[in-house]
């Protein structure tokens, strides 16, 4: 009985296999979600690894390699996906090392930046930063690249975090905190807070 339930299960996961790479969490969450007993699963990702039908280290560098590629997303929004996928904070650590995320940004921004062609100066700032930051680049990348793109020299700039009435956060940029605040509670400043209102700032860096 225990081995044609192994049997089934490493059908079960080369079958998932075969669509794509998979990291080991996602086999076992697939495994478990058709309930295969822990043992089975263990000894499934025992044969799986024997034969180098999972390694983690080697989907962690393809996955990166695919979202830095066909999705221009940042390393911090690549974090977040792997650690989701089960990935370690070694491995994570390991391949984004050397990724370097500014020449990226920047690219993605110039070609971002005409579709803000009839906004004020303040909201391309808004827009391009809230845009970079959502595709996961860091307040220190994106910071510099507005301050390139858009000549704004030394002139202060935020990035916020304000707490929605269901505690959700929305994170946004912006030169005026007060301004914006009230926008947003006046429902003018996003379509994410207009439902979610009141909203109150958690977090500011300048």
Same mark, same amino acid.
């Given at each position: 009985?225990?081995?044609?339930? *192994?049997? $089934?299960?490493?059908? =079960?996961?080369?079958?998932?296999?075969? +669509? /794509?790479?998979?990291?080991?969490?996602? &086999? %076992? #969450?697939?495994?478990?979600?058709?309930?295969?007993?822990?043992?089975?699963?263990?000894?499934?990702?025992?044969?799986?690894?024997?034969?180098?039908?999972?390694?983690?280290?080697?989907?962690?560098?393809?996955?990166?390699?695919?979202?830095?590629? *066909?999705? $221009?997303?940042?390393? =911090?929004?690549?974090?977040?996906?792997? +650690? /989701?996928?089960?990935?370690?904070?070694? &491995? %994570? #650590?390991?391949?984004?090392?050397?990724?370097?995320?500014?020449?990226?940004?920047?690219?993605?921004?110039?070609?971002?930046?005409?579709?803000?062609?009839?906004?004020?100066?303040?909201?391309?700032?808004?827009?391009?930063?809230?845009?970079?930051?959502?595709?996961?680049?860091?307040?220190?990348?994106?910071?510099?690249?507005?301050?390139?793109?858009?000549?704004?020299?030394? &002139?202060?700039?935020?990035?916020?975090?304000?707490?929605?009435?269901?505690?959700?956060?929305?994170?946004?940029?912006?030169?005026?905190?007060?301004?914006?605040?009230?926008?947003?509670?006046?429902?003018?400043?996003?379509?994410?807070?207009?439902?979610?209102?009141?909203?109150?700032?958690?977090?500011?860096?300048?």
């Amino acid at each position: 009985q225990l081995e044609e339930e *192994l049997a $089934k299960a490493k059908d =079960q996961a080369l079958g998932y296999l075969g +669509y /794509r790479q998979r990291s080991e969490k996602e &086999i %076992i #969450d697939k495994l478990r979600g058709k309930d295969f007993s822990e043992d089975i699963i263990e000894n499934t990702l025992v044969f799986l690894r024997k034969y180098n039908f999972v390694d983690d280290l080697e989907f962690a560098r393809s996955f990166t390699k695919d979202k830095i590629n *066909l999705n $221009k997303f940042g390393p =911090q929004r690549i974090r977040h996906e792997l +650690y /989701r996928k089960g990935i370690s904070r070694d &491995i %994570i #650590d390991e391949v984004l090392d050397e990724d370097n995320e500014y020449s990226r940004a920047l690219e993605l921004a110039k070609k971002k930046l005409p579709s803000y062609k009839n906004d004020d100066k303040a909201a391309k700032y808004r827009k391009l930063g809230g845009f970079l930051q959502r595709k996961g680049y860091s307040y220190e990348c994106v910071s510099r690249i507005l301050k390139e793109l858009l000549n704004w020299g030394d &002139i202060m700039c935020y990035v916020y975090i304000v707490k929605c009435s269901d505690k959700s956060l929305y994170t946004g940029w912006t030169v005026d905190i007060d301004n914006r605040l009230k926008c947003h509670n006046e429902g003018k400043a996003s379509k994410y807070t207009r439902a979610r209102l009141p909203v109150e700032l958690v977090y500011l860096e300048e």
